[in-house]
C-alpha cells in the first residue's frame, strides 16, 4: 500500500512536470504574483509588482522561497526556465509530505488510539492524491506549504509537545496567515479544554502553542505599518470582511468546478462528526482529534460562506487543507464504528481505489492524445483568453511600455514587462483611494500606462444567484464582437466598496484582441487598447482622461 500510494505521488507529480517541460502552463494567474514580486525584490530590494507601487499581496513563507530561489539561481534565466524551477520546487514539496506521511504510518505505535491515528492519516493521503484533490498543491501557491504544516502542527498538539507545535504553528501561520485564527486559536483552545485537569500546566501549554505565532503576526503587522503603511496585507484587505458577515452560499453550493471540494469537505466533515458523536470503539483522545479536524474544516468552509467580499469562486488552493482534515476525520469517524482491523482494510481499499482512479486518468489523457497536445506547444497556454498570443503581442512592443490589467500574473511573468495589477491584490492602498475618489483615469496617468488590456465577456459568468462587481464592465457582447463604437472600463474598490470612474475607449482606440476561447460559463477575448488614443494623450498615458458618468 505504502508504495502504491508513493508511486501514484510519483505519477501525478511526473505528469504535471511532463507538461510543463512540453510547454503547459499548469500554474494559477495568482502563483505568478509570487514569482513576478520574489523576481522584482531580487533586482530592485523593493517588494512591488509593477516596478514602483510598494506592496504586500503576498504570504510570507513562499515569497522568501521564492525570493531564496532567485537570489541563487539569478534572475536572467527565460521564463520558461523559471517556471521550471519553481514547477520543481513545488514538486519537491509535494513528494516530501507524501514520503513523509508514508514513514510516519510505517512508524510502529504502542497504543491502538495511536496506530488508528496513523491509518486515518494514510486514508486522508489517498483523498489528496485523488488527481482533482491534487492540483491545489501542484498549482504554484502556498497550499503545498501548508499542508505538511498544518499535518505536522497537529500532531505534535496531540502529542502534548506544546513548544514544538508552536514552532510549527508559527511556520504555518507565514505560509497562510489565515490559519492563526481558524486553526491554529481552535487548536489551542482544544488543547487547554484536553489537559483541563492539570490546571495551571494546561493553560501554558494552550499559551505556548498560540503565543510564537501571535507574536509573529504582530511582528509582521507592525512592519508591514512601517513599510507599507497598513499592517493587514493589502489581499486580506480586499477579500475578507471578517469580523462582518457578507453571506455567500454559493460558495460551497455554486455551479463552479472548485465547488468540488468544497461540498466534498463539508458532507464528509459533517458525516465524520457524526461518527464520532458517541463513544465506541477508540479512546476520547483519539475521537477529540477527529473531531478536532472535522470542526476545522467545518471552520475554514464557514469563513469562506460568511467573511469573503469578492463573490467569484473560491480557488482549489484555498480549500486543500479543509479537505485533507475532513478525509482524516472521516477516517476516524470510521475507525469510532468499525475498529482499527477493519478499518485498516478500509485503508487498503481506499489506495487501490486511487491507483484504479489515476490510472484511469492518464489512461484517458493519453488516449485524447497527451504526448502530441504536450509536443505540439511551444509556449506556455498562459490564460484562458488566448493570452499565450496576447504575450507575444505584447513581446512585440517596446520594453519600455508599460500595461494596465486585472488578473495579471501571467502576464507580467511570461512577457517580462511592466504590468499594473487593476484588481488590486498586488497593488497599494493609494490605488484603492483612486478608485474611492472616481480617479482610475488619472491614475493610469500618473502611471505612464500606454496600454489597457479588456477581457471582454459574451455572456455573464453567473446565473443570477451571485455577483462579482470587479468583472461588471467585462460583460458586453457588443465588444466582444467588435460592433462598437465606445467600449466603458471600470473596476471595483473592495476597500470602500465603490466602482471607480468608468473610462471611455474608442472603437479607434483599439489595437489588438485575440480570438475568441472559453472562459467559465462564457466566450472571452482579450482586447488591447491604446490609451493615448483613448484619453486623447500625447506622450504616454498623460493628458486629460475622459470619464463618463455611470
Known amino acids: 500500500m505504502v508504495l502504491a500510494l508513493l508511486a501514484v505521488a510519483g505519477v501525478a507529480v511526473f505528469r504535471r512536470v511532463y507538461l510543463a517541460t512540453r510547454g503547459i502552463d499548469l500554474f494559477s494567474d495568482d502563483a505568478y504574483y509570487y514569482a513576478v514580486i520574489a523576481r522584482n525584490f531580487v533586482e530592485t530590494g523593493r517588494f512591488t509588482f509593477d516596478g514602483t507601487s510598494l506592496t504586500n499581496g503576498f504570504h510570507p513563507l513562499l515569497f522568501w522561497l521564492e525570493v531564496a530561489g532567485y537570489a541563487i539561481f539569478g534572475t536572467a534565466a527565460s521564463p520558461e526556465s523559471q517556471y521550471l524551477g519553481i514547477l520543481a520546487g513545488i514538486a519537491a514539496a509535494f513528494l516530501l509530505t507524501v514520503v513523509g506521511c508514508l514513514l510516519a504510518a510505517r512508524r510502529r505505535q504502542k497504543s491502538q488510539d495511536g496506530a488508528v491515528l496513523q491509518t486515518s492519516l494514510v486514508m486522508a493521503l489517498c483523498v489528496i492524491l485523488v488527481p482533482q484533490f491534487t492540483m491545489p498543491y501542484l498549482g504554484g501557491m502556498e497550499s503545498v506549504l501548508v499542508l505538511p504544516l498544518l499535518i505536522l502542527f497537529l500532531a505534535l498538539a496531540w502529542k502534548g509537545r506544546a513548544t514544538a507545535a508552536g514552532v510549527a504553528a508559527t511556520l504555518l501561520v507565514m505560509a497562510r496567515l489565515d490559519t492563526l485564527p481558524y486553526v491554529v486559536f481552535p487548536v489551542a483552545l482544544v488543547c487547554v479544554w484536553r489537559d483541563r485537569g492539570r490546571g495551571w500546566p494546561a493553560i501554558r501549554g494552550g499559551l505556548w502553542v498560540s503565543w510564537p505565532p501571535a507574536l509573529a503576526t504582530a511582528v509582521l503587522m507592525a512592519w508591514n505599518q512601517w513599510y507599507f503603511g497598513h499592517p493587514i496585507p493589502i489581499h486580506g484587505v480586499l477579500k475578507s470582511c471578517f469580523p462582518a458577515v457578507h453571506f455567500q452560499w454559493h460558495h460551497v453550493f455554486g455551479e463552479s468546478s472548485d465547488s468540488v471540494p468544497l461540498v466534498f469537505a463539508l458532507l464528509t466533515s459533517v458525516v465524520a462528526a457524526t461518527l464520532l458523536a458517541r463513544d465506541a470503539q477508540i479512546g476520547k483522545g483519539c475521537r477529540g482529534a477527529g473531531l478536532t479536524c472535522s470542526a476545522l474544516s467545518l471552520i475554514q468552509l464557514a469563513a469562506f460562506v460568511l467573511f469573503q467580499k469578492w463573490s467569484k469562486p473560491i480557488p482549489a488552493w484555498y480549500v486543500g487543507p479543509a479537505v485533507w482534515m475532513a478525509g482524516f476525520a472521516l477516517a476516524v469517524g470510521a475507525a469510532n ?196 488614443v483613448a484619453l486623447g494623450a500625447g506622450d504616454g498615458a498623460g493628458g486629460g482622461a475622459v470619464a463618463t458618468d455611470r
Open 337 to 532: 464504528v468499525v475498529g482499527l482491523r477493519r478499518l485498516r482494510v478500509l485503508a487498503s481499499l481506499a489506495a487501490a481505489f486511487v491507483v484504479v482512479v489515476n490510472a484511469a486518468s492518464l489512461t484517458r489523457a493519453w488516449s485524447r492524445g497527451l504526448p502530441s497536445e504536450a509536443t505540439s506547444g511551444t509556449k506556455p497556454s498562459v490564460a484562458s483568453t488566448d493570452a499565450g498570443d496576447l504575450v507575444d503581442f505584447m513581446k512585440t512592443q517596446p520594453k519600455d511600455r508599460i500595461w494596465a490589467c486585472t488578473d495579471c500574473g501571467k502576464l507580467a511573468f511570461w512577457s517580462g514587462g511592466t504590468v499594473v495589477n487593476l484588481d488590486g491584490l498586488v497593488n497599494d492602498l493609494r490605488y484603492q483611494d483612486a478608485l474611492r475618489d472616481r480617479g482610475l483615469g488619472r491614475y493610469l496617468q500618473r502611471k505612464n500606462v500606454r496600454y489597457l488590456i479588456f477581457l471582454a465577456w459574451d455572456r455573464p459568468q453567473a446565473n443570477g444567484l451571485s455577483y462579482e462587481p470587479m468583472y461588471e464592465c467585462r460583460v458586453t457582447p457588443d465588444v466582444f464582437s467588435g460592433d462598437y463604437e465606445a467600449a466603458e472600463y471600470y473596476v471595483y474598490s473592495y476597500r470602500y466598496m465603490n466602482h471607480s470612474d468608468p473610462i471611455r475607449l474608442p472603437r479607434a482606440a483599439e489595437v489588438w484582441r485575440s480570438a475568441a476561447s472559453r472562459d467559465g460559463r462564457a466566450l472571452g477575448k482579450a482586447i488591447v487598447f491604446d490609451l493615448d
